[in-house]
């Protein structure tokens, strides 16, 4: 069982698409953060969320914390090929990460 | 500011071996954390060290042993290896209390022949 549960584990999409990806678990965190890990390099931090029902925007892309702080999404608006990586969410000071989704967007 | 830096980039072994990896930390950061992944995972946490002690183990056996130095530069050993033991090793520093934000080096590939 996985502390930390993302949805989809793959997505292939067209570049101006938008799409959300979903980290779900059954236990509370105090934060939550998102990484971008693309091939050959280590993850880099995207954005750290720590209320409940919490939004962030970072450009197109835009996180949000659930009310519960047990899960959290990130929505991309009109993908682009640089979006193309490995987007894994994070506990924080619990060191999980999760499953992963791994996202190529198509030109 | 220097970022996270790791050595080697790239290690082939053989079943068996011995292996240390080394991981230098960004400047001012006092923590350090490893992270072993699987082709197509996430991470998985190995241990954190904090003014070189261990602050915190996964679920790794002993035979996956680390140091951190007074500059906080750090290593990874791993005694008698195993294939399954072929993996990107992360290093990542971190500053205590900042809601665990980390940055990451770039990995050393792990090939366990």
């Known amino acids: 069982t996985q502390l930390l549960e993302q949805s989809p584990q793959f997505l292939s999409i067209q570049e101006g698409e938008n799409l959300t990806v979903y980290c779900n678990s059954s236990s509370v965190f105090s934060s939550l953060q998102w990484y971008r890990q693309e091939p050959g390099e280590g993850p880099v931090l995207l954005v750290t969320?720590?209320?409940?029902?919490e939004v962030k925007k970072l450009k197109r892309l835009t996180f949000q914390f659930g009310d519960a702080r047990k899960d959290s999404s990130l929505h991309i608006t009109a993908a682009q090929p640089g979006d193309t990586g490995l987007y894994l969410c994070f506990t924080g000071n619990q060191f999980y990460f999760g499953t992963g989704t791994s996202l190529t967007v198509i030109p | 500011e220097t970022g996270v830096t790791q050595s080697p980039t790239h290690l082939i072994k053989t079943r068996g071996q011995q292996v240390t990896l080394r991981c230098s930390s960004q400047?001012?950061?006092?923590?350090v954390s490893w992270y072993q992944q699987a082709l197509g995972q996430g991470p998985q946490f190995i241990f954190q060290y904090y003014r070189e002690e261990e602050n915190g183990r996964g679920n790794f056996p002993p035979r996956f042993s680390g140091l951190q130095f007074p500059n906080y530069s750090s290593e990874l050993n791993v005694n008698a290896l195993e294939l399954d033991d072929s993996a990107l090793y992360l290093c990542?520093?971190?500053?205590?209390?900042?809601?665990?934000?980390?940055?990451f080096g770039p990995g050393t590939r792990l090939t366990v022949l």
């Open positions: 990542a520093s971190s500053l205590p209390g900042s809601a665990g934000e980390q940055f």
């Open positions: 969320v720590v209320t409940g029902g």
């Open positions: 400047s001012g950061h006092n923590t």
